[in-house]
């Protein structure tokens, strides 16, 4: 019975010890104007993790942000003013329809305004 337990006891213990939750944790203090980068890669099978400080200028990448167009701008408007419309015809009837059109486009306005910057 001994024998039982001891050979799961032991793979147990031998996939704990590989394991790398144990590991200590890694401080990195770069120099001013510096951030840090973490790659992982593999060597022989084994994973490794590298760190490294780089400056403003090496290794640093910008992503330019798409800019919406025009013509999806006033969809989006003209989407908005019509489901406003929608919605004050079934409230208001007809002088609810020319409010919820107004109030949907001009916030739609306001929300591609503040988008666009």
Excluded: D, N
């Excluded at 919406?68 to 609810?96: C, F, P």
């Amino acid at each position: 019975m001994r024998m039982r337990m001891l050979i799961p006891a032991a793979s147990l213990l031998t996939l704990l010890s590989g394991a790398p939750t144990f590991a200590a944790p890694v401080v990195v203090a770069c120099g001013p104007r510096q951030h840090t980068i973490v790659r992982e890669s593999y060597a022989r099978g084994e994973r490794l993790t590298r760190v490294e400080c780089v400056g403003p200028t090496r290794g640093y990448v910008r992503y330019a942000r798409p800019h919406r167009s025009w013509g999806k701008s006033a969809l989006i408007i003209g989407g908005s003013a019509s489901t406003g419309a929608g919605v004050g015809g079934l409230v208001g009837g007809k002088k609810g329809a020319l409010v919820g059109a107004a109030v949907g486009g001009g916030v739609a306005s306001l929300y591609e305004g503040a988008h666009r910057r």
